[in-house]
């Protein structure tokens, strides 16, 4: 990205009035936050990046928002923005979870406390960095092998329910390479299914959380392998992307493969309700409030927690889907 344009991004500033209502117990007036967001790649990620905006504009924080369109290195080069522009605190979304000790070390040396959100990162000196605010994508994977136990095994007797004999295949789209919810995903979902010997992954590959290659991933899928009995995949986008592929070959997604997805959104929540998809574990994009509030405190000389989880819930297709709450992505 040439620099004249890049600095443009940088400077756009969204400056927002601070209704007095909005003040809530913490002064958050006249705070500069810069956030380096990872892109669009999802509807979660702009779910993710409106609640962020929003939140400024109703806290009052100045807000120097940066996308930076899936590069690790335009998300550093923004946080070196921040830290010229002397920005009170540094928030920023990691893309993948290494790389990040020699411009962290830069924020620290320029006293600018930096939040974690969303995706964790993997450094040894954890002074480099205030506290974590994201989502237990350990227990995203664990909850989604725990429905897949429910599925496929007697809870009395610990047999497989299928008297096929033959494992359950399953075959996983992962997230992006290298971050960590791709990594914890997939981690959580192998240490719940190690208890049991009838499960096999038969395939796993990166679909990068986009719609798009979901859909390319599935068709080929498709192509190469049979007997396919379970997928399970790290976003609703992904997901979405596999039934079309499904539904191009007359497979009746939910029902001839069963179907587990992560994040909630609206479409995901549907298919759920219409049995294509049986189920669905929540991560919780709408971070901003949560962001602004910790902000404040850092701002402010406070300490915060080492590590906030947002709340979330899993759905399945056992449970009374009526009373769910529209997801607002
Ligand atoms: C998880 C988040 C992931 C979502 C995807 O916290 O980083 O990135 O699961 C998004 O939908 O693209």
């Known amino acids: 990205m040439e620099k004249s344009r890049f600095f443009c991004l940088i400077l756009t500033i969204s400056l927002c009035l601070l209704p007095s209502c909005a003040r809530k117990n913490v002064e958050t007036k006249g705070i500069i936050l810069g956030f380096s967001q990872i892109g669009a790649e999802s509807a979660w990620r702009n779910c993710n990046t409106r609640s962020v905006q929003e939140a400024a504009a109703g806290a009052g924080i100045q807000l120097l928002f940066f996308n930076a369109e899936q590069k690790q290195e335009n998300q550093i080069k923004a946080i070196r923005s921040f830290i010229a522009y002397q920005v009170d605190i540094i928030a920023f979304v990691p893309i993948v979870s ?3 000790e020699n411009v962290l070390e830069e924020a620290k040396e320029a006293n600018i406390p930096v939040l974690i959100c969303d995706r964790e990162i993997n450094i040894q000196d954890e002074s480099l960095y205030a506290g974590y605010l994201g989502t237990n994508m350990l227990a995203q994977g664990r909850s989604s092998a725990e429905y897949l136990i429910k599925k496929f095994v007697n809870p009395e007797t610990g047999q497989f329910l299928e008297e096929s004999g033959k494992p359950v295949r399953i075959v996983e789209l992962r997230g992006t390479e290298g971050s960590s919810p791709a990594i914890m995903r997939a981690k959580g979902f192998r240490d719940i299914l190690a208890g049991y010997s009838g499960f096999e992954i038969i395939y796993s590959e990166s679909g990068d959380f986009l719609r798009s290659k979901g859909y390319e991933l599935m068709c080929n899928i498709l192509e190469e392998l049979d007997e396919i009995d379970v997928i399970y995949s790290h976003n609703d986008g992904m997901t979405l992307g596999a039934i079309d592929a499904m539904k191009e070959r007359g497979i009746k997604p939910g029902e001839d493969i069963i179907i587990i997805s992560i994040d909630a959104e609206q479409a995901a ?18 971070q901003g409030p949560d962001i602004m509030r910790l902000s404040a405190l850092l701002a402010g000389n406070e300490s915060i927690p080492r590590v906030i989880f947002m709340e979330e819930e899993v759905f399945t297709e056992w449970d009374d889907l009526s009373g769910i709450a529209p997801r607002g992505y």
């Open 98 to 100: 290494d790389g990040w």
């Open 269 to 286: 929540i549907d298919a759920l309700k219409r049995g294509e998809i049986n189920c669905v574990v929540e991560c919780n994009p709408k």
